[in-house]
């Protein structure tokens, strides 16, 4: 039986994954999380083979939190489930640690073959991502960035969207000052000195489609 941690903040999209995973017989949930923080207190604890893990959950970024559950159970499988496109956060994910990375729209049709591949020390890559490593067109497609972590990242795109940094606080669940020390971290590692170069920089390498 392949014993399932389902980390999804969306309940449609939970109870929408739930209902497939029902139909096999060699699989049942044993946990489920809506935010990272509740997935680092519970993972100790939860008897799980593999962890089906959205990108996008309140509490900490996806790449941060996969990083954290691989030195707490570093040979348990993670399966990212995620609206963002594979070019930009797969290959990220894959260097945290995760085994996997598959697009929501995608994960009706593939996600039980997902599962069964990881949970055997496979790794899960959808055609079109496969193609698009091997043949170099996603290595680090914009070098500079993946100095960043998801978080970073986010914030990055958001600033250069407009947003003001108590909004951003708000909309990713972080203290004012949390949000300022990772806007420091951006402008140092990018060599960038105000919102409006990250701006430029964000439109320049083409982040804001």
Do not use: W
């Amino acid at each position: 039986m392949i014993k399932l941690f389902i980390v999804e903040d969306q309940e449609i999209f939970r109870e929408g994954l739930k209902r497939i995973l029902k139909e096999e017989a060699d699989m049942t949930v044993v946990a489920e999380a809506n935010n990272g923080n509740d997935v680092l207190r519970e993972i100790s604890t939860v008897d799980c083979d593999v962890i089906l893990l959205d990108m996008n959950i309140p509490g900490r970024s996806g790449v941060d939190l996969i990083s954290e559950v691989k030195k707490r159970k570093p040979k348990l499988p993670i399966l990212v489930l995620s609206i963002a496109p594979e070019h930009k956060y797969a290959l990220p994910a894959f260097k945290a640690g995760a085994s996997g990375y598959m697009c929501k729209d995608s994960a009706l049709d593939e996600l039980v073959g997902a599962i069964r591949k990881v949970n055997n020390k496979g790794r899960y890559l959808s055609e079109s991502l496969a193609e698009k490593l091997a043949f170099g067109m996603i290595s680090d497609e914009t070098t500079t960035r993946y100095k960043l972590t998801e978080t970073e990242n986010g914030i990055l795109l958001l600033i250069a969207k407009g947003n003001e940094i108590k909004d951003i606080a708000e909309n990713l669940a972080l203290s004012i000052n949390t949000v300022f020390s990772h806007r420091r971290k951006i402008l140092e590692k990018l060599s960038l000195k105000n919102n409006v170069e990250i701006t430029h920089y964000a439109i320049n390498n083409n982040l804001l489609d």
